[in-house]
């Protein structure tokens, strides 16, 4: 997949004028940024951000760039406009959780969990300035590369098991948290998400990603290494959980879940789950939103 060919839609007057206008009025910290990209599709903006100095010769300078593709590779399984579909897609299906629960994103406190190097931080930018949202990471190496991005957001590293919350009790409105809990062990699943529903409002949404148990049907066509774990190791939980490990990590891995699992888990984090949906360019990515009961 390639880019839908922004050059032919920049130079029509559909928005044209609007991305002229947020070039030419942008603040260096980007507090008017969602203000001025608001009739900017987020397709359209996203795919501006991929190269901001073409397309914002003025302002480029204050907005994150991206790093290098093998990063992006490396840590997402694509790069560039395939990755911007991806994030494009989760962050129109958090969109829809937050209207659902009537949260007005321009105003709101948000929380990225997991922010990495900020590919959904970014995006964001168009519906609210940096300092409407947080981001922590567990990893130190992730922290700094979103720095490195020029990411102004507040950043924080967080304990991997949330045992010491990272933002105060009740702080946000939204969080999300994209292929993170794909990756927890079922116990770091229940403490995490114990620790996100703490940091959530009492009327505040999380959304965040789950793997079905097709996904084990994924890896198993993958050509070696990436078919890398044995179908022994998966032995599955009695409430449906399927967990293999990373080496030296017994809170890392690979997870996939079923049905009664998410429901249990987040009734015992004192959350309901509002909905499910599938994810477009990603079949083994079921998105959940989910608030408090």
Request: one cysteine or more.
């Amino acid at each position: 997949m390639t880019s839908f060919g922004i050059d032919r839609w920049i130079h029509e007057p559909l928005w044209s004028q609007e991305i002229q206008d947020l070039d030419a009025a942008l603040q260096p910290d980007l507090a008017n940024v969602a203000e001025l990209a608001s009739r900017i599709p987020l397709r359209i903006f996203g795919e501006i951000l991929l190269d901001p100095v073409k397309w914002l010769p003025r302002s480029a300078s204050y907005l994150p760039v991206m790093p290098g593709a093998d990063v992006q590779v490396s840590w997402n399984g694509a790069a560039g406009a395939d990755l911007l579909v991806q994030s494009v897609d989760f962050i129109r299906c958090l969109i829809s959780a937050a209207a659902k629960r009537r949260i007005p994103l321009s105003e709101c406190q948000s929380l990225d969990f997991g922010i990495g190097w900020g590919r959904l931080a970014r995006l964001w930018l168009r519906y609210a300035p940096p300092t409407n949202l947080a981001g922590c990471d567990a990893w130190d190496h992730s922290l700094s590369l979103a720095k490195n991005c020029n990411l102004q957001n507040e950043l924080r590293q967080s304990d991997p098991l949330l045992t010491t919350l990272p933002f105060d009790p009740g702080r946000f409105d939204i969080v999300w948290a994209f292929s993170v809990f794909t990756h927890l062990s079922p116990d770091a699943f229940q403490a995490v998400l114990l620790g996100i529903s703490e940091m959530l409002t009492k009327d505040g949404v999380f959304v965040f990603t789950v793997r079905p148990h097709s996904f084990w049907d994924y890896l198993d066509q993958q050509p070696a290494p990436a078919a890398s774990t044995e179908a022994s190791l998966r032995q599955e939980t009695a409430d449906g959980a399927r967990f293999v490990q990373d080496q030296g990590n017994p809170h890392h891995g690979d997870l996939s879940v079923s049905a009664p699992f998410l429901q249990e888990r987040c009734r015992q984090a004192g959350l309901r789950i509002d909905s499910l949906d599938w994810s477009i360019s990603d079949q083994y990515e079921i998105v959940v939103a989910a608030s408090h009961i």
